[in-house]
């Protein structure tokens, strides 16, 4: 099922996603939902705070982008990335490279809204699967960018804080507009209940 997008101004995207101890059928369906979601939208990304719930899960899934490459290795070993994904990640922990790229970032909660954003080139991450198990991941090009722009929202970060002051500025009337839509649209739904 696809399920709505939360937009900028939705308090829940500053929520810190709550650990996921052991997976039942509602995280099941809600990953399901949330690639669903994710695939319907083209995005690379979507972490669950951006359905309106504060927990530590992600999707990822860069394989219809060619024209940023990415690189992976699955528990050490070099994997093609189109085949490994997508990705359904639990409890991300990760480990950022010193070294950092000036890249090109949007966010399905910040529609038409695109910044350049310094990431890590290199991330390496542990996370819980569906089947209860626990990979490490070493991801490099776009999919670095996703991991880490992902995992920052399941902590309540937003790429918005990852811009320059400048960008920041020259964005606010737009990140001002979109702010209040969102605060409309959610007193109208709750006036509907
Ligand atoms: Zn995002």
Redesign the pocket.
């Known amino acids: 099922m696809r399920l709505p997008i939360v937009k900028y101004g939705d308090p829940i995207l500053r929520a810190q996603g709550k650990l996921i101890e052991f997976v039942d059928e509602p995280i099941r369906a809600l990953a399901a939902d949330m690639l669903e979601t994710m695939h319907a939208a083209n995005g690379v990304g979507l972490?669950a705070q951006?359905v309106g719930t504060a927990l530590q899960l992600t999707v990822l899934d860069v394989s219809q982008v060619e024209d940023r490459p990415s690189t992976l290795k699955l528990n050490g070993v070099e994997v093609d990335p189109v085949e490994a994904m997508p990705l359904v990640l639990l409890n991300p922990r990760i480990r950022l490279d010193e070294e950092l790229a000036s890249g090109n970032e949007g966010?399905?909660?910040f529609p038409d809204i695109t910044a350049e954003i310094d990431r890590a080139i290199i991330v390496e991450a542990e996370a819980d699967t569906l089947e209860g198990e626990t990979i490490r991941i070493e991801a490099g090009g776009l999919l670095a960018r996703a991991l880490q722009?992902e995992v920052d929202?399941l902590h309540g970060i937003l790429?918005i804080d990852r811009m320059s002051s400048v960008t920041k500025a020259s964005l606010s009337s737009r990140l001002k507009r979109l702010q209040r839509e969102t605060l409309r649209g959610r007193g109208d739904s709750a006036s509907k209940r």
């Open positions: 972490a951006q966010c399905l909660s722009h929202h790429f």
